[in-house]
């Protein structure tokens, strides 16, 4: 079956630690996105990738870095100068990005990532 | 900038009573509306969405319509199941989204409904 797939479910990060967020998808979807989600609160934009190789900031991309060597993967690391890390992390992918109206986000189930 | 307002929840209803979930939006220009519903412990999936003034989306009994003259997109269901308990947002995506603002899509704050048998 086609997805997404984000790994793991359940990730704690210590003082002063980097982690890393995994996220696949087979969609073969040009555009992948990260989102981060807290209580009360809609999705915020932390980074996104239109193609390979390339990606830009979000609206709240400081504290993280993504990197996009194939297509399939995005990978977010949360770094030690994020000081406030505990929320549910989205990442999503979406077809064709010359394409206007196709605005369809597809959705990975999450992982939440909370400082011991 | 844009944004999305939805009415404060959580939202608890009993089975087969009618729904509304209030959504307003300020952006320039025409954006696209959607709605998107996230269930315990998953991503989110989109509901319905809809493209241009007076479209209405509808999906599962849910439906919406794009009111442009009082920017709002408020979804509705005439009769709510326990199935139907999850988290509903309500987003924009610019009308000039293309390049760089391709799929940056505003999200509301979500609104939390439980249906009770």
């Known amino acids: 079956d086609g997805g997404i797939t984000q790994s793991p479910k359940y990730l704690f990060r210590k003082e002063g630690q980097n982690v890393t967020l995994s996220c696949e998808q087979n969609?073969?979807?040009?555009?992948m996105y990260w989102y981060r989600q807290d209580p009360g609160q809609g999705l915020r934009l932390i980074y996104y990738?239109?193609?390979?190789?390339?990606?830009q900031k979000g609206d709240i991309a400081e504290g993280y870095s993504v990197s996009r060597e194939k297509k399939e993967s995005f990978p977010l690391t949360v770094t030690s100068a994020q000081k406030n890390p505990t929320a549910f992390y989205l990442c999503?992918?979406?077809?064709?990005?010359?394409?206007?109206?196709?605005?369809?986000?597809?959705f990975g189930s999450g992982t939440q990532l909370s400082v011991l | 900038g844009d944004s999305v307002t939805q009415m404060e929840g959580p939202v608890t209803l009993s089975e087969e009573a009618f729904l509304t979930i209030n959504c307003t939006y300020t952006?320039?220009?025409?954006?696209?509306l959607f709605w998107y519903v996230q269930y315990p412990g998953e991503g989110l999936q989109l509901l319905l969405k809809?493209?241009?003034?007076?479209d209405k989306g509808s999906n599962k009994g849910f439906e919406a319509t794009y009111r442009k003259e009082t920017t709002s997109f408020h979804l509705e269901k005439g009769s709510v199941q326990v199935s139907d308990s999850a988290v509903y947002f309500c987003?924009?995506?610019?009308?000039?989204?293309?390049?760089?603002?391709?799929?940056?899509?505003?999200f509301g704050q979500g609104t939390i409904l439980t249906v009770h048998p």
């Open positions: 809809a493209t241009k003034a007076d």
């Open positions: 987003a924009l995506l610019p009308g000039n989204a293309g390049g760089t603002s391709y799929g940056k899509l505003t």
């Open positions: 999503a992918s979406s077809p064709r990005r010359d394409t206007p109206t196709n605005e369809k986000l597809f």
């Open positions: 969609l073969n979807h040009d555009a």
């Open positions: 952006a320039t220009g025409y954006p696209s």
């Open positions: 990738s239109q193609i390979v190789n390339d990606f």
